[in-house]
């Protein structure tokens, strides 16, 4: 008897030791779910977490997803459009009216040459002018010589000859004189000059200036370079493989290297027929259909051009996690309990990404469209990421 009980206060000693380890056991397991818990492919929350998660919870949807393709380019001017003004005869420059960047009409005197030849010209063309007046005063009188037969034709027939040899001789000069910006119709005696203006061809803006004042210039010389802002095009590379989905016509958005917020539309006018290099390559032409641009010719450019649309499944960009190359969806179980699915994924366009790949029976299960990157971390660190 003396035994049991001795017994006894070592039983209850053991029952109290089991008990403590059980508590100890279920208050650690507690302590685990308030800081959050991940089981397999489960993320669990705890309504502190879930609240500073800010999910948004919807559905995966079907809608039109634009066919895109992005391309690299520059913008260029076509040769009709893109100038070198020169000079026929050399000359000094006197006078330079222009600056590079410099807004032009056509006509506008953008400088002055000098040299003497000017003069030669000039003086060449009011003495032929001259000599053509007394030679027509001569064959009117060899005509009315013949007439009367006071004469012989032979004399009327030298006296046509001379003045049509003039005639031709002053028409030479004249266009000589309008070459080099001189209106013979203006021209005498008391306006020779021997300076010329160099006169711009055709509107736009001046890109490139070869000149300064006191340089003595060439025929051979361009001058200056003048480009026609209507008409500079964005010059997109395609490659091979591409180059079946475009032709003149589609539509398509291109941004220049510095501001890629800005958009250009512009609109496919030809497609080279050629494929070069070792990226087996052809080029866009496209036309700007913006008037007004803040774009300059030999600026780099990189566009998207939309070849078609088709439906597919999509979720919103912020539903889709990536991790080391690979892409997760969650789905929502309960309020605190969400399943990672890993997905494929395609385009994205407007804000939505399009689901190449996944579990069709997502279709039915409500998903984390908003912070998936929030419950990615805790799934991959478990760590107090969102407390």
Not at 90 to 98: A, D, E, H, R
Request: net charge neutral; charged share 20%.
């Amino acid at each position: 008897m003396n035994i049991v009980r001795n017994k006894l206060p070592l039983l209850l000693l053991l029952m109290t030791v089991v008990s403590m380890g059980c508590k100890n056991k279920t208050e650690t397991v507690t302590s685990d779910l308030t800081e959050g818990t991940l089981n397999d492919q489960m993320v669990i929350l705890t309504p502190t977490q879930l609240k500073n998660a800010d999910l948004k919870i919807g559905k995966i949807e079907t809608k039109n997803i634009r066919n895109i393709i992005e391309l690299n380019g520059s913008v260029n001017v076509p040769p009709q459009n893109l100038v070198w003004v020169s000079f026929p005869l050399g000359g000094y420059v006197k006078k330079l009216n222009v600056l590079t960047g410099s807004i032009v009409k056509k006509g506008d005197t953008v400088a002055l040459l000098e040299d003497p030849v000017y003069v030669n010209y000039q003086q060449d063309y009011l003495t032929a002018k001259n000599t053509l007046e007394l030679l027509e005063e001569d064959l009117e009188r060899q005509k009315s010589l013949s007439e009367k037969e006071a004469s012989s034709k032979k004399n009327y027939q030298q006296a046509l000859n001379s003045y049509n040899n003039q005639k031709i001789a002053l028409k030479s000069l004249q266009e000589k004189l309008q070459i080099i910006n001189i209106n013979p119709a203006k021209l005498n005696y008391a306006t020779i000059t021997n300076t010329v203006p160099v006169i711009a061809p055709i509107s736009g803006y001046i890109t490139q200036i070869n000149i300064n004042i006191g340089r003595y210039v060439n025929p051979s010389d361009a001058l200056l370079e003048l480009v026609d802002p209507d008409y500079i095009e964005a010059q997109m590379v395609v490659y091979e493989d591409d180059l079946q989905y475009f032709h003149p016509g589609i539509i398509g958005e291109v941004f220049s290297a510095g501001n890629e917020t800005k958009g250009y539309r512009v609109k496919v006018t030809l497609v080279t027929k050629n494929v070069s290099g070792a990226q087996r390559n052809a080029i866009l032409h496209c036309q700007f259909l913006d008037k007004t641009l803040q774009i300059f010719p030999g600026m780099f450019l990189s566009g998207h051009f939309e070849i078609g649309n088709y439906l597919s499944k999509v979720l919103p960009y912020n539903a889709i996690a990536s991790y080391e190359g690979r892409y997760y969806i969650f789905s929502k179980i309960d309020s605190l309990q969400y399943q990672i699915h890993e997905v494929i994924v395609g385009t994205e366009d407007k804000g939505v990404i399009e689901l190449k790949n996944f579990n069709t029976n997502l279709l039915r299960q409500q998903i984390v469209t908003d912070n998936a990157y929030m419950l990615l971390s805790k799934f991959k660190n478990n760590a107090n990421y969102l407390d």
